[in-house]
């Protein structure tokens, strides 16, 4: 990322090429805007925000986009810019990145992350509701609120407890599906089979856990992986590849072992 | 506009139980009505959100055999704002054995916020505490631990023992990941029915209870109605009324005002945090503001230079010539007195024209000297991350430059005033998390809200929503019933006052001058006569809203400009019965400064004499113009002293 401060006092001149897309049934296409005078200092959401008021203004539909933390933990912004999901920067998601990183005159593409499953709901907008079917068939640990043992009553080596969080630490935002060439949902499950499976208390349903889940991806059509490592390039988390072998050799050893009737997982 | 108070009003009944303070929630349980497991099944409760409080409260709910609908803005529950939050969550469990106890975390709780709260509902929230921590243990929440695998623990502003547990700088994410889980089992198990993209934009009232609400679905602008036996609200603060906020751009106030205007009081909404430490703002693009994580405190120093106007670049400004204000006027808290009063020092160096930075609206937090005495790998372990973050946005690099900082709005402590079972003056209406006014007083804690919301939705409210569905007769009630018919009509008509105005200026530019009024004058120097401009500015804006506001598209359709109208609407009218509270409390407490009530040393000056009560607003009509009649909830403080806080 270049540093200190640039002296286009006037800013960025852009020119932008936008996905549009009435809704889900409808026909998308690219639409050019130009953007005047753009601070180097503002987000990229925020160059967004103000090409809609431009729109707004001259009576055109704005653009629609995702968003809501706009500092990069809730994984709702996510779009893929000159063809990299999140954009240029390594570990870095859409709403962290600056128009400092661009430069006068630049040219950008802004399209939705695309995958066969997250439709797009409208212009950049899509729906990622997959990811929490998933989750539910088995991302988890079955316990009730109640009274569970002392929170210390079952130590855990920091080394996995570092670990786990380091694969928690996903956001979900579906960058890896967007960027593999396959839609393959492995490291979001790979992150989610490795936090709970390194800890005590996901143990007992690890098997379980990791049919039910990778039956799940299946069935809502995400791809397979081709070991191709888009996915951990685009992660604004960086979620390292090595949850994807995890999850292999998960699934691998839990097929071996059993075939439990995974409806019932969470009971 | 005259207001005459309500005094121990009869709409405010606490239900607070009596006898010693340490087994009244005991007490109470034993006292609630119980619904028998076989009858859960019958009863239908409506959640509104998925932050801490909802996402705990639904799964809980469910696991106990009720049938749970959930609404959520979002594509999915764990995008909710909780995601967002960064420091930790407090406990009493005293593991580092420095003398912490439930008793201590009451005390701390009740004098950080200025004896402005409940103490039966803060002793609870410390009661309560520890099994928090506990459930969300077993539920796979990846705290930190120490070599010895054991949990790890940091301490946090107004308290003297280290009782926040934490996950890295992620806090938030990883509670909120936890309560996600939960809930995501019970849609799995088919307990829970989950609507992702539905807004709440009403609240629907049948024969004085709470029963539905009617929400639009987001992406094909359906107006949808939703009837149960219960409804819960866990839908987060108000703090984007001030526009630019450290809340998520989807935080709003709807579903809290909506009900309002249906008939729930609101409790002290004029109590806003102001949190020190902030990002500044960069230029008039600024969508929302970044929070710098409290903890940097323990090793920044604070300054600004000593005279007006001083532009030097901060390395060509020498000791002699720089105030550590902080240091100098709390020479024993220092840099880490409460966040109100950093948050007020920092306004005053920047109002006598010694603020820094490019726009003269920041002051200094300056890592030099610790650098100097721990090198910089150490500092890097510490706050690499908020480091990097700071750079990412500013593109200075705070190892060499200091950091630029300033106050900016970050939580409300008001909000739909709860009895001590978390109802609303609405029979049937639960309001759970940041959306109630209950536990923080004049103040909140850091590290504590997280608490508050997970206290909420996994313990109180499965216990105390029986004495609402086993202590009423409730008549069955579809979205059939004539009163959704018309809050529905009455959803849509407002929808398409919104669509048709036509005017020239977004709901975004008009929502940004509503914040510059809320900050200028009810932000964290209050004034009678500020308050008053304030208010004038407020109405003129309400007006050109009306007239002038700019929406496209349609209401059938994802249509982002629409629900940020009727969000900014509501805010609209929301900061004018904040500036109306923030007028009628004449003292200062906690967040709430009110720059004729104070100590000769600048200090808030509370008057327990007139002012020791919860002031809760109900919503009237005159004439097409909003009024408000005022009642209040006196407050007594049998275990905790009232004293003037001092951290000199
Ligand atoms: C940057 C930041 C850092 C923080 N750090 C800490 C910390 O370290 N420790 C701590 O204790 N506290 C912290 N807080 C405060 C804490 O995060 C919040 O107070 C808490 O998470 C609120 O939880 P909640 O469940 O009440 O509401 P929320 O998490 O706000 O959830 C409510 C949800 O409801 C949605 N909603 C609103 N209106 C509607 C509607 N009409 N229909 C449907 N949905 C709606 C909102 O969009 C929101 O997602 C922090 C806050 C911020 C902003
Ligand atoms: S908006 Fe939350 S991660 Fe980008």
Redesign the pocket.
């Known amino acids: 990322m270049s540093g200190g401060h640039d002296h286009h006092s006037g800013g960025l001149n852009l020119t932008l090429h936008v996905w549009r897309q009435k809704d889900a049934q409808a026909e998308g296409r690219f639409e050019t805007y130009a953007l005047q005078g753009i601070s180097e200092h503002c987000s990229f959401l925020e160059m967004l925000d103000q090409l809609n008021e431009q729109l707004l203004r001259e009576g055109r539909d704005p653009v629609a986009f995702d968003h809501d933390c706009r500092e990069g933990i809730c994984g709702s912004c996510g779009v893929v810019i000159n063809g990299q999901a999140h954009g240029p920067d390594r570990e870095t998601a859409t709403c962290q990145l600056h128009m400092r990183r661009f430069h006068d005159g630049d040219t950008i593409y802004v399209e939705p992350f695309r995958a066969k499953a997250f439709p797009i709901q409208r212009d950049l907008v899509v729906d990622r509701s997959a990811f929490d079917r998933i989750v539910s068939k088995g991302g988890f640990v079955s316990v009730n609120t109640g009274a569970p043992q002392d929170a210390n009553g079952l130590p855990v080596p920091k080394e996995n407890a570092d670990l786990a969080m380091d694969a928690a630490s996903c956001i979900g935002c579906g960058a890896c599906v967007a960027a593999c060439p396959n839609a393959a949902a492995m490291l979001f499950v790979g992150a989610k089979i490795s936090h709970l499976g390194l800890l005590p208390q996901g143990a007992p349903e690890r098997r379980r856990r990791v049919l039910a889940m990778v039956e799940q991806m299946d069935r809502d059509g995400f791809g397979n992986c081709g070991n191709i490592y888009e996915c951990e390039a685009a992660c604004p988390k960086s979620i390292s590849v090595e949850n994807i072998a995890r999850l292999n050799r998960e699934y691998i050893v839990a097929s071996a072992c059993e075939r439990p009737a995974v409806e019932r997982i969470g009971d | 506009m005259s207001t005459t108070a309500i005094q121990g009003s009869p709409k405010l009944v606490s239900k607070c139980p009596s006898g010693p303070m340490s087994e009244r929630w005991d007490k109470h349980r034993f006292d609630l009505k119980l619904v028998n497991p076989a009858n859960r099944r019958k009863y239908h409760v409506l959640v ?7 996402a705990s409260a639904a799964a809980s709910l469910a696991e106990m055999g009720y049938r749970v609908t959930v ?4 594509d999915s529950p764990r995008r ?3 995601i ?6 407090n406990a009493a469990k005293n593991y580092p054995n420095d003398g912490d106890s439930i008793r201590r975390l009451f005390y701390d709780t009740v004098k950080g916020g200025d004896y402005r709260a409940r103490e039966a509902n803060v002793y609870r929230l410390a009661q309560v505490s520890n099994s928090i921590i506990d459930q969300c243990v077993a539920q796979g929440v990846p705290f930190a631990r120490d070599y010895g695998g054991l949990l790890d623990n940091r301490s946090f502003g107004g308290a003297q023992v280290a009782r926040t547990f934490y996950a890295r700088g992620q ?2 994410q990883q509670l909120l990941i936890g309560a996600y889980h939960a809930l995501m089992r019970q849609v799995g198990l088919g307990k829970v029915a989950l609507f992702p993209r ?3 934009l009403d609240l629907v009232v049948v024969d004085g209870v709470a029963r539905g609400v009617v ?1 639009r679905e987001l992406t094909g602008g359906a107006i949808e109605s939703y009837a149960a036996d219960a409804v819960l609200l ?4 108000y703090g984007n009324v001030f526009f630019l906020s ?3 751009k ?3 106030a ?2 809290i005002w909506r009900a309002h205007k249906r008939g729930a009081l609101f409790g002290n909404p004029c109590f806003t945090q102001i949190h020190p430490t902030c990002i500044p703002v960069s230029g008039s693009y600024q969508s929302k503001l970044t ?1 710098m994580s409290e903890s940097l405190r323990n090793d920044g120093r604070v300054w600004v230079p000593k005279s007006k106007g001083d532009r030097r670049s901060p390395d060509q400004i020498p000791e002699a010539d720089r105030d550590y204000y902080l240091e100098r006027l709390y020479p024993s808290f220092g840099n880490l007195v409460p966040r109100d009063i950093a948050s007020r020092r920092a306004k005053e160096m920047v109002d006598e024209g010694r603020g820094v930075g490019e726009t003269a609206m920041a002051v200094y937090l300056d890592f030099r000297d610790a650098i100097q005495r721990d090198g910089a790998p150490k500092i890097r372990e510490k706050y690499g991350n908020l480091f990097q973050m700071y750079e990412r946005i500013t593109a200075d690099d705070p190892y060499h430059v200091p950091m630029r900082i300033y106050p900016a709005v ?2 409300t402590m008001g909000g739909l005033w709860v009895d001590y079972n978390l109802e609303s003056t609405i029979p049937g209406l639960f309001v ?4 109630n006014f209950s536990d923080h007083g004049a103040n909140r804690l ?6 508050q ?1 997970l206290a909420d939705g996994y313990f109180v409210i499965p216990a105390t929503i029986a004495s609402h569905l086993a202590g009423r007769k409730l008549p069955k009630v579809t979205t059939d019933h004539a009163q959704f018919k018309q809050v529905e009509g009455e959803v849509q008509a407002r929808l398409r006052r919104l669509l048709a105005i036509d005017g020239r200026r977004s709901a975004d530019d008009l929502h940004r001058d509503l914040g510059l009024a809320m900050w200028e004058h009810c932000g964290m120097g209050r004034s009678d006569a500020g308050l008053s401009k304030g208010l004038a500015k407020i109405r003129a804006l309400r007006s050109e809203f009306w007239e002038n506001l700019r929406v496209l598209g349609q209401g059938e359709e994802l249509n982002r400009e629409l629900e940020k109208a009727g969000r900014v609407a509501d805010f609209m009218e929301l900061a004018e019965l904040m500036v109306l509270d923030a007028q009628y409390r004449k003292e200062s407490c906690g967040g709430h400064f009110r720059v004729e009530y104070q100590t000769e040393e600048g200090e808030a000056l509370r008057d327990d004499a007139n002012f020791c009560h919860v002031a809760a607003w109900e919503h009237t009509e005159e004439g097409g113009a909003m009024r408000w009649n005022l009642h209040q909830e006196p407050l007594s403080f049998e275990e905790v002293k009232l004293t003037q806080r001092s951290y000199k």
């Open positions: 509104v959100g998925t932050g801490l409080a909802g609404l959520c803005i979002h909710a704002h909780s967002a939050a960064q420091g930790g969550i806090t938030g539905r807004e709440m929400a866990c839908t987060g603060g450290t809340n998520a989807f935080s709003n709807t579903a929070l970050h939580y759970l998390g940041e959306a850091g590290a504590s809200a997280l608490m919301g």
